[in-house]
């Protein structure tokens, strides 16, 4: 008797192991389910074909949960400062590339591309360079000595460089800087012929701001693609830096990126955040979701744009308060890392729902 008690008593526990084994299973599938239902950006980017990136802080790494972010929501990641001129080279012939090697190194990790940012710009010059006096021919061969010794460094690992920033006035002329006042509009066909020399497989970029729509500046901008491609100069994209403001952007976006991508290029958003009067409120913050899909979805519209990179993800690294008094809130996620309406906007946008 005791014996079949016993074994009556195995069997029920047997029993009880398999049910429970049983209910895990059948409560882990909605977990499972629900992780498919949401992916991060970079897997809903990478079954359009195209990149998802941001840039990155160099000083931010450190920190688990932005590392964390970084790493596994985007496809490709910008040096914020740490590939600049002044952050490079501060002292003539002397570089520090340590802030761009950390960042090369955690896009390698993580199977991310690294977009190069930048090698010739009128600002964060380094003071030997700024305030400088050379002639005319030194200058040309320091600029494209700079942009050769840079994008040699980095061949094959980084895949676009932003050769030349912010070269337009709002009007559509040619900003004066130390580059335009000295040797004219020739520095920047001279810029791409360097980096197309150092590393013949990077796509090479102009990028500007406020380029976004159909205006004067971007006028001048598609004329001077359409002159450096006319002339064989090796440009392959353009870079839209897209600082928006909630509720503003431009209706023109979609057609002006396709008039560039008809002149053969590749085009990007390449800085998108999008800022309102803070405080945030719930208006606010639903009008920049719209706004976010609506960029993603002109993305998507056209075939030659590749991606799309955010200036950060987090309020609480953003450049705006800073930069646009009384302003803020620009960024996917809140000053916690907890994504904001705009993450699932933009998300969407990026798949094409």
Same mark, same amino acid.
Do not use: C
């Given at each position: 008797m005791k014996l079949?008690?016993?074994?009556?008593?195995?069997?029920?526990?047997?029993?009880?192991?398999?049910?429970?084994? !049983?209910?895990?299973?059948? #409560?882990?599938? $909605?977990? @499972?389910?629900?992780?498919? !239902?949401? $992916?991060?950006?970079?897997?809903?980017?990478?079954?359009?074909?195209?990149?998802?990136?941001?840039?990155?802080?160099?000083?931010?790494?450190?920190?688990?949960?932005?590392?964390?972010?970084? *790493?596994?929501?985007?496809?490709?990641?910008?040096?914020?400062?740490?590939? =600049?001129? /002044?952050?490079? %080279?501060?002292?003539?012939? @002397?570089?520090?590339?340590?802030?761009?090697?950390? #960042?090369?190194?955690?896009?390698?990790?993580?199977?991310? *591309?690294?977009?190069?940012?930048?090698?010739?710009?009128?600002?964060?010059? $380094?003071?030997?360079? !700024?305030? /400088?006096?050379?002639?005319?021919?030194? #200058?040309?061969?320091?600029?494209?000595?700079?942009?050769?010794? @840079?994008? !040699? +460094?980095? =061949?094959? *690992?980084?895949?676009?460089?932003?050769?030349?920033?912010?070269?337009?006035? %709002?009007?559509?002329?040619?900003?004066?800087? =130390?580059?335009?006042?000295?040797? /004219?509009?020739?520095?920047?066909?001279?810029?791409?012929?360097?980096? +197309?020399?150092?590393?013949?497989?990077? =796509?090479?970029?102009?990028?500007?701001y406020n380029t976004e729509g159909t205006n004067a500046k971007s006028d001048g901008l598609y004329n001077l693609v359409k002159s450096l491609k006319s002339q064989g100069v090796p440009i392959d994209g353009v870079g839209f830096q897209s600082h928006l403001i909630v509720g503003q952007v431009p209706s023109t976006m979609k057609a002006n990126l396709q008039r560039f991508a008809d002149l053969g290029v590749e085009v990007v958003i390449s800085e998108l955040d999008i800022r309102m009067a803070t405080p945030a409120d719930a208006t606010k913050l639903q009008q920049q979701a719209n706004d976010y899909k609506a960029v993603a979805r002109n993305c998507l519209a056209i075939a030659r744009c590749t991606g799309i990179t955010v200036w950060g993800f987090g309020d609480r690294d953003s450049w705006v308060p800073d930069t646009f008094p009384g302003q803020g809130a620009a960024n996917l996620y809140d000053t916690n890392y907890q994504p904001k309406p705009a993450y699932n906007a933009f998300r969407d946008g990026l798949a094409g729902s």
């Open positions: 079949q008690l016993l074994s009556l008593r195995r069997a029920h526990a047997a029993a009880l192991v398999a049910s429970a084994a !049983a209910l895990a299973v059948t #409560l882990a599938a $909605p977990t @499972q389910a629900a992780g498919a !239902a949401n $992916p991060t950006l970079r897997e809903v980017a990478d079954r359009t074909g195209r990149f998802v990136g941001t840039a990155v802080n160099d000083g931010r790494l450190g920190d688990g949960t932005y590392a964390n972010i970084a *790493k596994s929501e985007f496809s490709s990641v910008t040096a914020e400062n740490a590939m =600049k001129w /002044g952050s490079v %080279e501060p002292n003539r012939g @002397q570089f520090n590339w340590a802030a761009a090697d950390r #960042l090369v190194s955690f896009a390698q990790a993580n199977r991310q *591309k690294v977009y190069g940012h930048t090698l010739v710009w009128h600002s964060q010059m $380094p003071n030997w360079l !700024a305030n /400088g006096s050379f002639s005319n021919a030194e #200058l040309r061969t320091i600029m494209t000595g700079h942009v050769t010794t @840079q994008v !040699a +460094r980095y =061949k094959g *690992k980084v895949q676009r460089w932003d050769v030349v920033n912010e070269a337009f006035n %709002e009007n559509g002329t040619l900003r004066t800087s =130390k580059f335009y006042n000295q040797l /004219g509009q020739s520095y920047i066909a001279d810029a791409f012929r360097a980096a +197309r020399a150092a590393d013949p497989s990077a =796509k090479l970029f102009i990028n500007d």
